[in-house]
């Protein structure tokens, strides 16, 4: 059996080291301790507040789902 691989290996979620701004809207403020997803671009990684990062998820869940019906699909 290959190990079970995964398309969605740059994000994870992590603590805030110190306070700071969320990468999408720069108005949520992220505090010292709060949880937070941490995305890997490239070498450098951005940061969103749990409120931005569930939407942007849910998103993610419904392309999924459209990505598996394309490939489902009998052409
Ligand atoms: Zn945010």
Do not use: W
């Not at 392309?63 to 489902?72: A, G, H």
């Amino acid at each position: 059996m290959p190990r079970s691989k995964t398309f969605i290996k740059s994000i994870k979620v992590d603590e805030a080291q110190r306070a700071h701004c969320c990468q999408h809207i720069p108005s949520h403020r992220i505090l010292r301790g709060e949880k937070r997803l941490k995305l890997k671009v490239g070498r450098t990684y951005e940061h969103f507040c749990p409120v931005c990062a569930l939407k942007i998820i849910e998103a993610d869940i419904q392309r999924l789902q459209n990505i598996k019906e394309q490939l489902l699909q009998q052409s």
